[in-house]
């Protein structure tokens, strides 16, 4: 059985007015986490060159320099007594940029605070206990599954400090549609054309909170306009605030507030899917062989996170983040003619972190803390 008997069977226990469908939640679901065949669950490293896509973490160790720089803030409120963790931690990349700077930043409290990475892909893991060999020697670093991140059982038991790099693009959305006055979710079908074996169909919302969502968020599609919503997120981050007595959570990922999300110029949504380095816009053309994501509603995440007893304390483009750090010190002058030497490199992926449209303003960082 592969990927496209599983997304039949799928559709077998799903019978909507005698019509065989999933909806597309499903169906991305199953592409991206089916434990066999899900593109984040096969035997690839899915980020940097030999990847599909790139991440910040790729482009050097800037952004992860910046993220430890505002965790230490963090720490220092929280008086050393802090734990940290990134979610959804992939290869350890960024994890370890981070981990390099806390130890230059404050040795004694870096070797005190206990550090997970966790992540759900075996392979991503694997990666990730080979990238950080160097740290595994002390036992506050910790390589875990969702399941024993939520445990707990690793933390000291104060303060959590959690990072969340393009994690929550990463999950399953509901895509609904307005037509005719009414609301939609987007479902899948199968058709009889081998070249095209999945349609797309509408169906009644699957899920009252999808109405709500877009209720609480002030959102009203114009006629013909598609959307996403991401429950998961939503309550990912409730969860988070149900482990978090005392912490921070800082989520950075590319999306908007969800006025912009929604504006006249979206009227087709925001899915793109990612192979190769290649975007396009065609969630069926290679089920579980391709990464499929939308952008974050952040009105959503910050609604969510106040729900949860979150309080907002800073949003922004990861380019105004990376410029409240201090970037530009990080800049430096060099008479040297190698454009290959670190100086280069270094003032190279800056540059592109700055000025990249894709990367600098569609990218945002939100920190969100909770009992400070």
């Known amino acids: 059985m592969g990927i496209a008997e599983r997304i039949a069977a799928g559709m077998k226990m799903q019978d909507v007015k005698g019509r065989k469908c999933i909806t597309f939640h499903d169906y991305m679901a199953l592409c991206l986490y089916d434990p066999e065949y899900g593109y984040y669950r096969q035997g690839n490293i899915r980020v940097g060159r030999n990847g599909d896509f790139y991440t910040s973490s790729s482009i050097g160790t800037i952004m992860g320099e910046k993220i430890a720089a505002c965790l230490a803030e963090w720490q220092a409120r929280f ?44 392979v991503h893991l694997a990666a990730a206990r080979r990238l950080l060999d160097s740290f595994s020697g002390s036992d506050r ?3 875990l599954t969702a399941d024993q991140g939520w445990a ?14 393009e994690l929550l693009d990463a999950m399953p959305v509901h895509r609904v549609l ?24 509408l169906l009644p919302p699957s899920d009252p909170q999808i109405t709500r969502v877009l209720e609480c968020d ?83 995440c910050r609604r969510a996170a106040e729900a949860a007893g979150f309080r907002a304390h800073y ?48 990218f945002k960082v939100m920190v969100l803390h909770k009992g400070t």
């Open 79 to 122: 008086g050393g007594r802090a734990d940290a963790a990134e979610w959804g931690a992939g290869t350890g990349m960024l994890s370890k940029h981070i981990l390099q700077e806390l130890a230059k930043c404050d040795p004694a409290e870096s070797d005190a605070m206990r550090y997970a990475l966790i992540d759900d892909s075996p």
């Open 178 to 201: 307005m037509k005719e006055d009414r609301l939609w979710e987007i479902g899948v079908t199968l058709t009889d054309r081998p070249e095209a074996p999945y349609a797309e169909t």
């Open 218 to 300: 002030g959102i009203a599609l114009r006629e013909g306009q598609q959307a996403e919503v991401n429950l998961n997120a939503e309550r990912w981050i409730a969860r988070i605030g149900e482990q978090m007595e005392e912490g921070v959570l800082i989520l950075i990922d590319y999306g908007h507030d969800a006025e912009e999300l929604t504006a006249g110029h979206r009227m087709n949504g925001t899915l793109l899917c990612y192979a190769g380095h290649l975007a396009h816009d065609d969630p069926y053309a290679r089920p579980g062989e391709q990464d499929i994501t939308a952008h974050v509603n952040f009105t959503a």
């Open 141 to 143: 670093l910790c390589l």
């Open 315 to 362: 949003y922004a483009t990861q380019k105004q983040f990376l410029l409240d750090y201090g970037v530009l010190d990080d800049l430096t002058a060099h008479a040297g003619v190698d454009p290959f030497g670190p100086a280069a490199r270094r003032n190279r992926a800056i540059r592109q972190l700055l000025l990249s449209d894709g990367m600098s303003e569609t």
């Open 152 to 165: 707990g059982l690793w933390r000291r038991g104060g303060p959590l400090m959690i990072v969340a790099n």
